[in-house]
């Protein structure tokens, strides 16, 4: 199944790997996490993700035990195992820190000693139909447990977990996250682009969002583009009146939204910089010598 779980180092088999009951992770979501995917076996981004993971952890001061170097290393030997367990085209990996297991209580102080876990899974990709014809996303306000702690990638996402949940309930695929203000701030697990009349427009860092790493690469690749980039704030009424909008993720690359709650975005189809932006982002990615997700649909 192309699967692998390295806890502290150590390999441990997926169907052996336990934590203790009294990790804080489980009991507070007190913990940090990135995902990391590969193309062509390759891990990409993974420089940028560790930094995050380290910003992630100070911004909660959860002590970062290992280098990155000895991490990168880990994460390797993660991949390595995973796949002489069995075949797959790509992996992602996902690395936890927790701050560890200690008496129950939630003064962080009581935590013994800081955990990491890695696992690593094959990579789904999502059905091309959501590349050809886009998808619904629903608009929500919510207040998340990561916005107390601005810019960190937190483990707790109940919050974003009921909206989703409610999102999938309308058979929408995301629900982006407003603020009381009416500006919308991001998906659940994804940033949020629009393009409004030749320019590419995206909440900014200030919105209180989780800067994506793909978010960054469209930036730069929009700008390289010669696209007129606009990072600031984005209102749900500008979103609704978008010629095009996509969402973000390292998972998903860019995936472009064709309806907003009951509102139609531009011809309600794929549009042409959302496109273009995806092709130059599977070239920088080093696979844009293969077939575009939506070429797979008839
Ligand atoms: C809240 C949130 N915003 C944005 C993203 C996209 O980040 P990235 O592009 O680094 O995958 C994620 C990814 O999980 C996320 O959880």
Redesign the pocket.
């Known amino acids: 199944m192309s699967r692998a779980v390295v806890i502290d180092g150590a390999s441990v088999p997926p169907e052996q790997a336990t934590v203790s009951v009294y990790d804080r992770g489980f009991l507070y979501g007190d913990g940090v996490f ?2 990391i995917r590969t193309y062509e076996g390759e891990l990409f ?1 993974l420089d ?2 560790l930094e ?1 993971l380290a910003h992630s952890a100070e911004r909660v001061g959860i002590p970062f035990a290992v280098s990155k170097e000895a991490l990168t290393r880990e994460i390797a030997d993660g991949l390595a195992a995973a796949r002489a367990s069995g075949p797959t085209k790509e992996n992602y990996v996902r690395v936890m820190l927790t701050r560890g297991a200690g008496p129950l209580g939630l003064d962080p102080a009581l935590a013994l000693k800081p955990l990491r876990v890695i696992l690593v899974e094959p990579l789904k990709p999502l059905p091309p139909e959501l590349y050809c014809d886009g998808v619904a996303v629903v608009v929500r306000q919510v207040a ?1 447990a ?1 916005d107390a702690a601005e810019g960190a ?1 937190v483990s707790n ?1 109940l919050a ?1 977990l009921l909206a989703l949940r409610a999102a999938k309930a309308e058979g929408a695929h995301e629900a982006l ?1 407003a603020g009381a203000d009416g500006s919308v701030r ?6 949020v682009f629009a393009v409004r009349g030749g320019e590419l427009c995206t909440p900014g860092v200030d919105a209180g ?9 469209v930036l730069s690749l929009a700008r390289a583009a010669g696209l007129v980039v606009r990072e600031g704030r984005l209102t749900v009424d500008e979103l609704l009146h978008a010629d095009e909008a996509f969402l ?5 690359e860019i995936l472009p939204i064709v309806r907003v709650d009951d509102h139609r975005i531009g011809a309600g189809a794929p549009g042409p910089v959302t496109r273009e932006l995806h092709r130059r982002y599977r070239a920088m990615a080093g696979v844009g010598h293969l077939p575009m997700p939506w070429e797979a649909c008839s």
């Open positions: 990135e995902t981004a940028e993700h995050r998340r990561g990638k996402y974003s996250i991001e998906g659940t697990t994804s940033n969002i989780l800067v994506g790493i793909t978010r960054l690469h973000t993720s390292s998972l998903r």
